[in-house]
């Protein structure tokens, strides 16, 4: 009781003498890419702007490649306090707030105006507004980026060159059935197993971004990349709603200036990075797919639609395919 009384009393007095007291604070940040990879980058410009905005009161500790946990422990640990900040794809989420499956149908998103259109407009920022509800508070939108389709076996051009084949996905239901859909066989697992899992033949194929997939090394062990474009991830930049609420009304203004600078970096270092992992590894075959040949992927999404429209309602989905 003592100890609860003394902290109560710590606590209630940090309240009352925060905003003049200026104290330093080290925020715990977490993701799962590498440290090679622009995410990673992008919380060491953040941190550099909030040190420099700050002289240095307010400073964050990168924890790189799941080093505090998958995508989704990173999540909760936002939920618990564990973790002060993290970027996951958006894919995860949707466990969290089934709203986010709207993002998730493939072939949806053309390019990446239609995706700033959507993640910048009222849609995203509701979307970020939403996460409140579950204890997040999103500050706004990095980039993951457009996600190809890789395998071991053989250059896909079809579906039927994928069919049977055993696949990773992302934790996220509506993924798992659009591939299931499609004819490949794919099953959930945490990014930081992957390699592994890849090496060891427990998957034939995956999907993600290429530069993710040459930070990865992946091309070790997988051949045959295919441009499908099929889901474009965003990397939600998340916050502890606590830490978020305790900055002074200045601190909070330097955070969201600071998060505003990264999202034009990152963004920046995002769209150059899969031309660059391309140019950088030579063997592998890229197939790229005539619009007849990724429509007959895409014929096979009616159904998705119906599930996720199930799944959020109808007003997202129509607002999303309003705006692009
Ligand atoms: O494939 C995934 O799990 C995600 O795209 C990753 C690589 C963890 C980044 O968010």
């Excluded at 601190?251 to 990152?266: F, G, P, W």
């Amino acid at each position: 009781r003592f100890f609860r009384s003394a902290a109560l009393a710590a606590g209630l007095c940090a309240v009352i003498s925060g905003p003049t007291l200026a104290q330093e604070m080290v925020l715990k940040a977490g993701h799962a890419a590498s440290t090679s990879n622009t995410g990673h980058k992008a919380f060491e410009f953040l941190a550099q702007e909030l040190a420099d905005n700050t002289d240095g009161r307010i400073s964050l500790e990168i924890y790189p490649s799941s080093q505090l946990g998958s995508e989704r422990e990173l999540v909760e640990s936002i939920q618990l306090g564990n973790v002060d900040m993290t970027f996951v794809s958006s894919a995860v989420l949707g466990n969290f707030n089934p709203q986010f499956f709207a993002l998730d149908i493939p072939f949806m998103f053309k390019d990446r105006d239609d995706v700033y259109r959507v993640l910048d407009g009222e849609i995203g920022q509701n979307l970020l507004t939403s996460l409140e509800q579950v204890g997040i508070k999103g500050l706004g939108y990095w980039e993951n980026g457009f996600r190809q389709l890789t395998n071991s076996k053989q250059d896909i051009r079809s579906p039927e060159d994928l069919e049977g084949m055993r696949m990773r996905t992302m934790e996220n239901a509506v993924h798992l059935e659009a591939w299931r859909n499609v004819g490949a066989n794919p099953a959930p697992l945490a990014f930081g197993e992957l390699f592994t899992a890849l090496q060891q033949g427990t998957f034939d194929a995956q999907e993600g971004p290429i530069n993710l997939f040459y930070d990865m090394r992946f091309n070790e062990v997988q051949k045959h990349i295919t441009k499908t474009n099929h889901v474009y991830s965003p990397w939600p930049i998340l916050i502890n709603p606590n830490i978020y609420n305790s900055l002074s009304d200045e601190d909070r203004v330097i955070l969201e200036e600071a998060v505003a600078k990264s999202i034009t970096y990152q963004r920046n270092l995002a769209q150059q990075a899969d031309e660059a992992a391309i140019a950088a590894m030579s063997d592998v075959t890229i197939t790229e797919l005539s619009p007849e040949e990724l429509e007959a992927f895409a014929s096979h999404m009616d159904p998705i639609y119906d599930m996720v429209r199930e799944r959020v309602g109808d007003e997202i989905i129509d607002d999303i395919l309003a705006e692009i």
